[in-house]
């Protein structure tokens, strides 16, 4: 739907979908759509939101380690914040099932690619998402990832910390405020990790 806002065919919009698996990436990109395409924005845009994959696939590196490459390479492609959690819940419990990531990945990039064809030719029938609730959706995924990966009372202060620092940076909507949390995330994280005091 947002993507035949901006003028994008029902083709082009799947073909989006099933190269770049980052939903966050493609509403910014989307968003920054213009004529002529202002390709370093977006380019820098979407780099700087899909950073976090990095300390994805970081946390995924013992796994990793077990795989060739081929099968890392391909298994990092269908990352997505979803399966991520998921396949970090599945190995912290000790399966070792390390085709969960690829599979649950190319699950996901299939709905993806079909659920965006869906929503470019019939999206516009719904109007407004806000009116069906539509819009909390994403919020509603990433606090159900959160409460999955909870490990416990022992997280409740970084967890607090991470909150505020959410906080400050939706009440003040600045981009200072974006540096002020990141600080305040990092000092949080080096006292809970006993590294300071």
């Known amino acids: 739907m947002l993507a035949r806002r901006v003028g994008l065919s029902v083709t082009e919009a799947a073909l989006m979908s099933a190269t770049v ?4 990436a493609q509403f910014v990109a989307v ?3 213009d004529t002529p395409i202002p390709v ?3 380019l820098l845009t979407t780099f700087v939101i899909n950073l976090r994959y990095v300390l994805m696939g970081a946390a995924l590196r013992p796994w990793f380690e077990k795989l060739s490459p081929l099968e890392t390479y391909a298994s990092v492609f269908f990352i997505t914040d979803e399966n991520w959690a998921l396949t970090v819940r599945d190995l912290r419990d ?4 390390g085709a969960f990531l690829l599979g649950s990945g190319l699950a996901i990039w299939a709905f993806l690619i079909v659920a965006t064809v869906a929503g ?5 029938a719904i109007g407004d998402p806000a009116r069906y609730g539509l819009d909390f959706v994403l919020t ?9 990966l909870w490990p416990g009372r022992r997280s409740v ?3 607090g910390v991470a909150a505020a620092g959410v ?6 909507h600045r981009t200072d405020s974006v540096l002020l949390a990141l600080v305040v995330g990092v000092v949080a994280v080096l006292l809970f990790r006993g590294q300071l005091g």
Do not use: H, K, M, N
């Not at 470019?120 to 516009?124: E, I, N, Q, R």
């Not at 906080?167 to 003040?172: H, K």
């Open 157 to 159: 202060a970084p967890w």
């Open 140 to 148: 509603a995924v990433f606090l159900t990832i959160a409460a999955g």
């Open 21 to 24: 698996l980052a939903g966050g």
């Open 31 to 33: 968003e920054l759509w």
């Open 167 to 172: 906080a400050v940076v939706l009440v003040a």
């Open 120 to 124: 470019a030719v019939a999206g516009s």
């Open 40 to 42: 370093v924005a977006v």
């Open 94 to 97: 000790g399966s070792g099932r």
